[in-house]
């Protein structure tokens, strides 16, 4: 089984380079910590395969907006692809009624500073994208 304590703590090495305490970004659920970033949230997930529990995945994503249920959701999801084309390491995607900024790469080989990287990656994409896209398709 994979040691995910490991992997756990460079997650959180990471957190304190970006001047946030650990402990206070963890939640009741082990291997999930739940971060700010301007006005969007950053939810970071370390996590076993479903299929495997010697391989694992580390997931960085943000809850930007729920979807509209009116015609303007087919235009949001053509920007979203347009915008998915100009973003570095990260991707949109709907899931249960929400649009999401999202990262996910597997743990083998995990360092702080690509855990970190992607931190901030989802971090400044999210906060710069929640508001105006809430805002364009009016939803707040």
């Known amino acids: 089984m994979l040691d995910l304590a490991?992997?756990?703590?460079?997650?959180?090495?990471?957190?304190?380079e970006i001047g946030v305490n650990p402990l206070e970004a963890r939640t009741s659920k082990a291997g999930?910590?739940?971060?700010?970033?301007?006005?969007?949230?950053?939810?970071?997930?370390?996590?076993?395969?479903?299929?495997?529990?010697?391989?694992?995945?580390l997931q960085i994503m943000?809850?930007?907006?729920r979807?509209?249920?009116n015609d303007a959701r087919a235009a949001l999801f053509e920007e979203l692809l347009t915008l998915n084309h100009h973003l570095y390491g990260v991707a949109f995607s709907a899931y249960e009624g929400?649009?999401?900024?999202?990262?996910?790469?597997?743990?083998?080989g995990l360092s702080v500073a690509e855990a970190l990287a992607?931190?901030?990656?989802?971090?400044?994409?999210?906060?710069?994208?929640?508001?105006?896209?809430k805002q364009?398709?009016?939803l707040f």
């Open 62 to 65: 943000s809850p930007l907006m």
């Open 67 to 69: 979807m509209p249920l």
């Open 32 to 57: 999930q910590w739940d971060l700010r970033r301007g006005s969007a949230s950053v939810w970071i997930n370390v996590f076993l395969s479903r299929e495997r529990n010697d391989y694992g995945y």
């Open 98 to 108: 929400w649009v999401y900024l999202r990262a996910i790469r597997e743990l083998k």
């Open 6 to 16: 490991y992997y756990y703590q460079i997650v959180e090495n990471a957190i304190t």
């Open 118 to 133: 992607m931190i901030k990656r989802i971090g400044v994409y999210a906060d710069e994208y929640d508001d105006y896209l």
């Open 136 to 138: 364009k398709y009016g």
